[in-house]
């Protein structure tokens, strides 16, 4: 019999990590061998331990899943990431892709996709829906109208996704584990390289440019 590939699953939710298991149970050759709750627990896991494919919460308390995606490509460079996401705007699942995730699936997808998707990028592939494909495409190419949100970092993209749903400044500090002073430098900074004065532009712009609903979070 051929021996099943591990998967690591982090993920804060345990609902979450109990519905991935038993969807994985159904199958042949995918096992959850490991899990994780927060960034901690996962880069201990991942040291210690060689897995086939991680299954990523792009949204974990503390670190950010893009910080953690850096994090874990500079520990295991070889090691196959499929972010698991809750945000359906595709600039996120751009960025995670090119911090070194091989695949990207939101939470609502059926399992028969999420099996799918785990069983590519663990084979080496690389999973991703079409409007993502041309996305990258589309950024790879050389152009003089380079739109002003992807000129923040994966932080500051963050704390904007925050703020044009209408989150304070102290939510989102608690959100991401940082303090309310530096959540009010980031804002500063997104509204510098935006060329906006105020959270209501920021709103404007998001809506104009698509790039925010309300099951982001």
């Known amino acids: 019999m051929t021996e099943k590939l591990k998967v690591l699953l982090a993920d804060d939710h345990a609902i979450i990590r109990d519905g991935l298991k038993q969807i994985l149970a159904d199958t042949e050759d995918l096992v959850v061998a490991g899990e994780a709750a927060n960034g901690v627990e996962l880069m201990q896991q991942v040291r210690d331990r060689n897995w086939d494919v991680l299954v990523l919460d792009i949204s974990m308390p503390g670190r950010s899943g893009l910080e953690l995606l850096h994090m874990l490509k500079d520990e295991k460079p070889e090691l196959p990431i499929l972010v698991l996401s809750m945000h359906h705007e595709e600039q996120y699942a751009v960025r995670a892709l090119k911090a070194g995730a091989s695949g990207y699936v939101t939470k609502e997808s059926d399992g028969e996709l999420l099996v799918t998707a785990i069983r590519r990028v663990a084979r080496g592939g ?13 950024g790879s190419r050389p152009s003089n109208e380079l739109l002003p949100h992807n000129l923040l970092s994966d932080r500051e993209y963050e ?50 440019h698509g790039l925010a609903g309300p099951a982001d979070f």
């Open 126 to 138: 690389v999973y991703i829906s079409d409007k993502v494909a041309e996305l990258m495409v589309r």
């Open 159 to 208: 704390v904007f996704n925050r703020l044009v749903l209408g989150r304070g400044l102290t939510e989102i500090g608690a959100e991401l584990s940082l303090s309310v002073k530096t959540i009010s430098t980031h804002k500063t900074h997104i509204l510098q390289k935006m060329n906006l004065t105020s959270a209501a532009d920021l709103v404007r712009y998001a809506l104009a």
